[in-house]
């Protein structure tokens, strides 16, 4: 159960670092947060494909989650404009 809440803050503070580095249009901060969160696992998942590890912690699992919200935030800005 801890593991899930550490996925949910890391992934809210990361999702709150790319709602303001992925600026123009903007989701607000809920959906933010939420794409955060969903953020965590693709970044997770993306560096597991690489074979990199997050490292370093929580600070470690903050810059990939951070990395999946930006991936997430791009392709949802790509098929927003589609």
Do not use: E, N, P, Q
Not at 17 to 22: E, H, K, N, P
Not at 49 to 66: C, D, E, H, Q, T
Not at 68 to 76: F, K, P
């Amino acid at each position: 159960m801890s593991g899930l809440v550490w996925w949910l803050v890391v992934g809210g503070i990361a999702g709150l670092l790319a709602g303001l580095v992925m600026k123009g249009g903007g989701y607000g901060v809920v959906a933010d947060i939420v794409l955060g969160i969903l953020g965590a696992f693709v970044g997770g998942w993306l560096f597991g494909l690489l074979g990199l590890g997050a490292g370093g912690g929580m600070l470690g699992s903050i810059v990939v989650a951070f990395i999946g919200a930006c991936v997430l935030i791009g392709i949802t800005r790509l098929l927003k404009r589609a």
